[in-house]
C-alpha cells in the first residue's frame, strides 16, 4: 500500500525557515513534487525532482529559496523553504509519480500519489 504522509508545517513569522517532510512507503517513484494550496485559491506547484535527483524544478514564487531533495536512507521526500513570506500560507502536499521521466513533471494531473496535506502559516 502506497502511503505520503507529511509532516513540518506550522506557524512562522515572516523571514523563517521551513523544512517539509514527507515519508514515501510502499514502491519507489520516478518523480516527486510539492504543491500548495492557499485559502480560497486552487492547488498550484511547488517544486518537483525526479527520484534519481539533478532535474529540479521550482515555480517562479520560490525559485531561489526553495530546495526540494529527498533522503534516500529514511525514503523521505524534502522542502526546505527558507526566506517565508506571508503569500507562502497554505496546505502543502506532497505527490508522487509513478514511471521514469528525464524531467519531473508539474502538472497535479501527472501525479499518481498524494499526501493529506501540511498547514504552513506564515504571519506578517
Known amino acids: 500500500q502506497v502511503q505520503l504522509v507529511e509532516s513540518g508545517g506550522g506557524l512562522v513569522q515572516t523571514g523563517d525557515s521551513l523544512r517539509l517532510s514527507c515519508v514515501a512507503s510502499?514502491?519507489?517513484?520516478?518523480?516527486y513534487a510539492w504543491f500548495r494550496q492557499a485559502p480560497g485559491k486552487e492547488r498550484e506547484f511547488v517544486a518537483a525532482?525526479?527520484?534519481?535527483?539533478?532535474?529540479?524544478k521550482y515555480a517562479d514564487s520560490v525559485k531561489g529559496r526553495s530546495f526540494i531533495f529527498r533522503d534516500n536512507v529514511k525514503n523521505t521526500l524534502l522542502l526546505q523553504m527558507n526566506s517565508l513570506k506571508p503569500e507562502d500560507t497554505g496546505v502543502y502536499f506532497c505527490a508522487a509519480a509513478s514511471g521514469t521521466r528525464r524531467l519531473p513533471p508539474t502538472e497535479e494531473r501527472d501525479y499518481d500519489y498524494w499526501g493529506q496535506g501540511t498547514q504552513v502559516t506564515v504571519s506578517s
Open positions: 510502499g514502491r519507489t517513484f520516478g518523480s
Open positions: 525532482n525526479t527520484w534519481r535527483g539533478g532535474a529540479a
